[in-house]
Each structure stands twice: as structure tokens, then as C-alpha cells.
């Protein structure tokens, strides 16, 4: 069955630290994927995505996600975070017409 | 599992026809969004309702409509539908209301063809 796995469920950092978030999918053949991020108090917003071409994609507020389709894996990367990155992020692999939700990472970070 | 039940799965209908969608939130949870998802916008922030009421409006078109009954699940309603209606649309569910940092619990959606 098609799924999505996010290893970490909630990471506490403190400011400047560099952020890594796991993401793992079990779907075959052509995938795209999506990083959505919701901030305390808003509703879901999309982070970035990636349907081809290089596999390292640029999203808003400085992160990017690496595609790496060997390992089927598609994790979310800040090099410094910020006290505004408090939120929630979701990893969402998108396949022909199904989309799953991963669990969520909630990501706190503290001055 | 997330304990988010949508029905149905899949749904193929002509232009201009009118559609259902049902949601069954967690069991316990009050608050229920919809969220559409197309591929080039993501996912746009339809309605949530909490405990009935409607709590808030996103990007909703005047042809939809949703409510949530007293047992708490939800359904959509997509009226006059056009092509570019066409999408994976999902409901979420959390135990209060968002705005209190709750966690999302999302359903494994309902794709929309309107041919």
C-alpha cells in the first residue's frame, strides 16, 4: 500500500540551528511531491514542491527539500532556523490521484 | 489510519451536474475543514466548521457548500459543476479548533473528475 512516513514527530531547536526533517514515501513510478507548512493559529500553506527536473527545490522562508529518488525520499532543510518557523510541517506525495498526508513534524524553536 | 473516513473515493460526473462529498471526522474531534488540492495551486483552504458552526472561509465558490450535523461528520456540496472543479479534495479534522495549535488529522480525500 502507498504511504508516507515522517521520522520525527517533534523537534525542539534552538535559533541558527540547522534543521533537517525525514521524509519517506512507498509509492512507485512517477511521483510529485509537497511540503506543506501550517504556522500556529493558520491554515495549511504550501512550503514547496517538486515535479521534476532538479531535485533540489527552493521554497519560501529559505527552505529547500532534496529529491532523492533511490531512497525515495524527499527531506525538508533550513540551514538556520528562526523563532517564526514555529509549525507544523506535513510532507505530501502526490501520485496520478492520490495525495496522503504524512503525520506531521511539529517544529518548535526557541530564542 | 488517521481515523478521518471520506467517501466516496473516487467520483466521475458531467458539467453542470451536483455532488456530495462526505467526511467522518476522529472520533471525539469537533472541528472539520475542507481543503482542495490541485496541482498547480496546492492545497486552497476551502471552509471549517467546529462543533456545526462555521468557524471560518477560505477559498470557497458560491456553487459549494458544506455543513457539519449534529454527529459531527461533514458534507460538501459542489453544485454546477465546471472542469475546472477537477481536483482531490480533502477533510481534516482536530479535536477543538485550530487556532489552539492542534494537529491536523487529514482523510485520504475524494477525487473529483467532471468531465
Not at chain 1, 501550517?38 to 495549511?44: D, R
Not at chain 2, 451536474?17 to 481543503?35: I, N
Request: aromatic fraction near 14%.
Amino acid at each position: 500500500a502507498q504511504s508516507v512516513s515522517q521520522h520525527n514527530h517533534h523537534v525542539i531547536l534552538s535559533e541558527a540551528a540547522s534543521l533537517e526533517l525525514g521524509c519517506n514515501y512507498s509509492y512507485g513510478g512517477t511521483v510529485n511531491l509537497f511540503w506543506y507548512v501550517q504556522y500556529p493559529g493558520q491554515h495549511l500553506q504550501l512550503l514547496l514542491k517538486y515535479f521534476s527536473g532538479d531535485p533540489l527545490v527552493k521554497g519560501i522562508k529559505g527552505f529547500e527539500a532534496e529529491f532523492i529518488k533511490s531512497k525515495f525520499s524527499f527531506n525538508l532543510r533550513k540551514p538556520s532556523v528562526q523563532w517564526s518557523d514555529t509549525a507544523e510541517y506535513f510532507c505530501a506525495p502526490y501520485n496520478t490521484d492520490k495525495l496522503i498526508f504524512g503525520t506531521g513534524t511539529r517544529l518548535q524553536v526557541f530564542p | 489510519d488517521s481515523g478521518v473516513t471520506q467517501t466516496p473515493k473516487h467520483l466521475i460526473t458531467a458539467t453542470g451536474q451536483r455532488v456530495t462529498l462526505r467526511c467522518s471526522p476522529r472520533s471525539g474531534d469537533l472541528s472539520v475543514y475542507w481543503y482542495q488540492q490541485s496541482l498547480d495551486q496546492g492545497l486552497q483552504f476551502l471552509i471549517q466548521y467546529y462543533n456545526g458552526e462555521e468557524r471560518a472561509k477560505g477559498n470557497i465558490l458560491e456553487r459549494f457548500s458544506a455543513q457539519q450535523f449534529p454527529d459531527l461528520h461533514s458534507e460538501l456540496n459542489l453544485s454546477s459543476l465546471e472542469l475546472g472543479d477537477s481536483a482531490l479534495y480533502f477533510c481534516a479534522s482536530s479535536p477543538r479548533n485550530h487556532r489552539e495549535n492542534e494537529k491536523l488529522f487529514f482523510g485520504s480525500g475524494t477525487q473529483l473528475s467532471v468531465l
